[in-house]
């Protein structure tokens, strides 16, 4: 959020030094309920941890301009906080910790992204516009996976064992916590359009981000509608209401391994000064 706050600071003082007809200055944000599924884990095993559904809130700022060939800037932020819990049916490592078969295990998958995206607008007019752009995906959370295991302690607790009655041990039970930091930035490629419907104060917007190299696959995209309710020379204000999908299959981002998908509507508002 403090990243956040200071581009968004330097993008407001940007746009007080220039003509108010010729930069515009973008804000909204988004409530978010969004239904996680899928696995994740280290490389050896990935365990479906039952991930509940949340509700996050989301926030964006942009800036247009006229210079034909300086980028518009954009600035986003997403949080995928999520938890869950299993009783393990193989033994399974995560963070330097071993959690054992039959094992009760919680999750909590608390991972957030700003978005710092570059784009140009490769065609813009009264009815339809479309970007293409850039986007530096930073990534920042921590995942964590709790569980309760008994450890066989080696003592005896029978006075006289027999070959057919085999002494073990009592055992003691450990709360274990295994925990994968992330934080590592990933470059995509940014597609976003919008196409006004005449005479409705509607329009219709959909927009992505998209990676696709050998170790990563990483699809974040949503579409939807806008109603302006608010149009005068300071300010345009919009209503929207939309469906978003994040789909994450990571190979070793930060030795996490994951195959999820964030799915669900959202509705937001948005300002245009």
């Not at 078969?101 to 009815?127: C, G, K, R």
């Not at 029978?158 to 990933?186: A, H, R």
């Not at 391994?257 to 937001?268: I, P, R, S, V």
Request: aromatic share 12%.
């Amino acid at each position: 959020m403090k990243k956040l706050a200071y581009v968004v600071t330097a993008i407001s003082l940007f746009t007080v030094d220039v003509k108010a007809d010729t930069v515009g200055l973008f804000l909204g944000g988004q409530i978010w309920k969004n239904e996680a599924s899928g696995v994740f884990g280290e490389q050896s095993k990935l365990i479906d941890f039952n991930l509940e559904k949340e509700q996050q809130i989301n926030y964006y700022a942009a800036v247009e301009h006229p210079f034909p060939w300086l980028p518009n800037a954009r600035i986003s932020t997403t949080t995928l906080d999520t938890s869950g819990s299993s009783t393990l049916t193989q033994d399974f490592s995560f963070g330097g910790k071993v959690f054992s078969i039959n094992d009760d295990v919680t999750a909590n998958f608390n991972v957030n992204y700003i978005d710092y995206t570059l784009y140009y607008e490769l065609f813009d007019n009264d009815l339809f516009s479309i970007d293409l752009g850039l986007t530096a995906r930073d990534f920042d959370g921590d995942i964590t996976v709790k569980g309760l295991t008994t450890i066989d302690d080696g003592t005896c607790n029978d006075p006289n064992p027999s070959p057919d009655s085999p002494c073990t041990g009592e055992g003691n039970s450990n709360t274990l916590v295994g925990k994968i930091k992330t934080n590592k930035i990933e470059p995509m490629l940014y597609v976003a359009t919008n196409i006004n419907l005449p005479l409705t104060g509607l329009s219709a917007f959909a927009q992505g981000d998209f990676l696709f190299v050998d170790e990563h696959s990483l699809s974040d995209y949503q579409a939807g509608l806008s109603f302006k309710f608010v149009d005068n020379k300071a300010v345009d204000l919009n209503f929207t209401l939309g469906y978003r999908i994040i789909k994450m299959e990571f190979e070793d981002l930060s030795n996490l391994y994951t195959d999820l998908e964030f799915k669900g509507a959202f509705a937001g508002v948005s300002a245009h000064f």
